[in-house]
């Protein structure tokens, strides 16, 4: 169940609803890549739904988990939750963590740097929220990826634990949707394929767990930032 897989036990009441993920690549080349490596896992697959009487049989029928693949801009897309690729300083200077920062105003690097100054730098493979400023978002969530070579051959490990991190806090704060960019693709040097890899390693640990209930839809940016 849900509340296993977020490891708050088996007593916890968890609503059945969708939950969108949305990806984004800074690279207009990786597209066909970045389909080939989604869809051949998510396309029309069905969600694993545990036999409970609490979910309708109608209902069981019609849950299957779907990826949508398409062109945008992260900065500019409407999600709950919208997911930096950050560095352990929360320093947004460079990449997308440069277009959601100026898209979001002062406040979102404000914040950061606060946190930052609070708790210290966010090791790789964790994931903090703060303030999505002007962004058409509840929260910013910052996940921060390895950076290739610095990584010591473990890239795809912590990468997988930053997008579980990230897509963590998006559940437990009861977030609809999230939009998540190719961590660690962009400025970072992590091969693209390593970074859709992750995303399919976590959806397979969710149908493994039985999730109740959870459509993916993931999207990608061609814009060049």
Same mark, same amino acid.
């Given at each position: 169940?849900?509340?296993?897989?977020?490891?708050?036990?088996?007593?916890?009441?968890?609503?059945?609803?969708?939950?969108?993920?949305?990806?984004?690549?800074?690279?207009?080349?990786?597209?066909?890549?970045?389909?080939?490596?989604?869809?051949?896992?998510?396309?029309?697959?069905?969600?694993?739904?545990?036999?409970?009487?609490?979910?309708?049989?109608?209902?069981?029928? =019609? #849950?299957?988990?779907? &990826?949508?693949?398409? /062109? @945008?801009?992260?900065?500019?897309?409407?999600?709950?939750? *919208?997911?930096? $690729?950050?560095?352990?300083?929360?320093?947004?200077?460079?990449?997308?963590?440069?277009?959601?920062?100026?898209?979001?105003?002062?406040?979102?690097?404000?914040?950061?740097?606060?946190?930052?100054?609070?708790?210290?730098?966010?090791?790789?493979?964790?994931?903090?929220?703060?303030?999505?400023?002007?962004?058409?978002?509840? =929260? #910013?969530?910052?996940? &921060?990826?390895?950076? /290739? @070579?610095?990584?010591?051959?473990?890239?795809?490990?912590? *990468?997988?634990? $930053?997008?579980?991190?990230?897509?963590?806090?998006?559940?437990?704060?009861?977030?609809?949707?999230?939009?998540?960019?190719?961590?660690?693709?962009?400025?970072?040097?992590?091969?693209?394929?390593?970074?859709?890899?992750?995303?399919?390693?976590?959806?397979?640990?969710?149908?493994?767990?039985?999730?109740?209930?959870?459509?993916?839809?993931?999207?990608?940016?061609?814009?060049?930032?």
């Amino acid at each position: 169940m849900l509340g296993k897989f977020l490891g708050v036990g088996s007593n916890v009441e968890i609503e059945l609803r969708d939950t969108e993920l949305l990806l984004f690549t800074l690279c207009s080349d990786k597209l066909d890549e970045i389909e080939k490596a989604v869809l051949d896992k998510f396309k029309e697959e069905k969600v694993d739904v545990p036999d409970c009487s609490a979910v309708p049989s109608e209902l069981k029928e =019609k #849950l299957e988990s779907k &990826v949508l693949v398409c /062109q @945008g801009d992260i900065t500019k897309e409407h999600a709950d939750a *919208l997911v930096n $690729a950050a560095n352990e300083d929360l320093d947004h200077v460079g990449g997308v963590a440069a277009a959601l920062s100026h898209a979001g105003g002062p406040q979102v690097q404000e914040e950061s740097s606060a946190l930052v100054k609070q708790v210290g730098k966010i090791p790789t493979g964790d994931a903090v929220v703060t303030t999505g400023g002007n962004l058409n978002c509840y =929260k #910013l969530l910052h996940a &921060v990826g390895p950076v /290739q @070579g610095r990584a010591g051959g473990r890239e795809r490990e912590l *990468l997988e634990k $930053a997008v579980c991190s990230a897509l963590n806090l998006a559940e437990m704060m009861e977030f609809q949707s999230i939009a998540i960019p190719c961590i660690s693709s962009g400025t970072y040097g992590v091969p693209i394929r390593v970074c859709t890899e992750a995303i399919v390693a976590w959806s397979t640990i969710v149908q493994t767990v039985n999730v109740d209930i959870i459509s993916v839809f993931i999207m990608n940016d061609k814009k060049q930032f």
